[in-house]
């Protein structure tokens, strides 16, 4: 059970990607080496799930885990999310679990998340549109949010351009378009219920983002992705301000660690009253978290 009142952050945004690196590889390797380039991480492999567990546990950090099925657009072998979720509750003190549906899936998507969250005890579910190849308002997604709306869980989207297949001989084929936050407008006007998080940054369209959040009270915007030494000046504005109950911590790990992230961002100009909001609890109001129990 996580236990708030022994947290100094909550992070919203981490990778268990193909599990961690336990994966056969189909071409995902190369993907993930060129991220680490990108990034300057300094492991030669992806941590496991349990090894993320063990970092952010002595760092007393709970953080938001998931996988991406991308695995109709790359290529790259599915991770189910049964067994993200077999593995977060084997750390359920610490990790809190998101799964993942490729859009494309449909109505047999839509009765997956049902599941996953009534039996599996999934508490969110993340986007890559740039991995996943589709728009966040191409209406063959309304299904799947349709069922996530109903379960009263957020939707996490990747927006802008943070290093996936940067410096690849084509990008790996990605296209950064899909991941404009713009799209997301959509999105928060037909399904006003769910709780959208934009992830990221959103470079090159930051403005974009902070319109849709501040027109929108049910879009979220996280940090991860970028170290905190290069937010632009008006995403710290806002987060200070009009936003400043809707910003959350996300480190984007393994690429970038929280340690790091925190460092950085404890030398930015933020008011000292937004800082713990930002960094734990706008995180446990949006994920229903009170203190001792998830």
């Excluded at 690196?21 to 300094?42: E, N, S, T, V």
């Excluded at 952010?56 to 709970?62: G, P």
């Excluded at 297949?165 to 084509?170: H, K, N, T, W």
């Excluded at 399904?191 to 902070?210: K, N, V």
């Amino acid at each position: 059970m996580i236990d708030l009142t022994r947290l100094r952050a909550i992070d919203m945004h981490t990778h268990a990607e193909e599990p961690c690196g336990c994966h056969a590889d189909d071409g995902y390797d190369d993907l993930q080496r060129a991220m680490a380039r990108y990034f300057r991480a300094p492991w030669d492999h992806p941590p496991t799930i349990d090894e993320t567990a063990a970092h952010y546990r002595a760092r007393q950090i709970a953080a938001v885990i998931f996988p991406i099925d991308a695995e109709r657009e790359t290529g790259y072998r599915r991770y189910r999310n049964e067994e993200m979720a077999e593995a977060a509750a084997r750390n359920a003190d610490i990790l809190i679990p998101f799964g993942s549906i490729d859009p494309a899936r449909g109505k047999a998507g839509a009765r997956e998340a049902r599941r996953l969250v009534a039996e599996h005890g999934i508490c969110g579910f993340k986007f890559h549109p740039t991995m996943q190849g589709f728009y966040p308002n191409d209406r063959m997604a309304w299904p799947l949010y349709e069922a996530i709306a109903e379960a009263g869980v957020p939707a996490l989207f990747h927006t802008g351009q943070t290093g996936v297949g940067a410096g690849m001989r084509d990008g790996n084929g990605m296209r950064l378009k899909y991941s404009n936050p713009l799209y997301l407008d959509d999105v928060a006007a037909d399904f006003p219920d769910l709780q959208i998080i934009a992830a990221h940054p959103s470079f090159p369209w930051q403005e974009e983002a902070l319109a849709v959040a501040v027109h929108k009270p049910n879009v979220w915007i996280d940090l991860s992705g970028w170290r905190p030494k290069y937010f632009p000046p008006i995403l710290i504005q806002y987060a200070n301000t009009l936003l400043q109950d809707r910003v959350l911590f996300g480190s984007d790990w393994p690429m970038i660690a929280p340690e790091g992230w925190l460092d950085e961002f404890a030398e930015l100009p933020v008011r000292e009253a937004v800082r713990p909001k930002i960094l734990r609890d706008n995180a446990a109001r949006l994920l229903g978290l009170q203190s001792g129990s998830k």
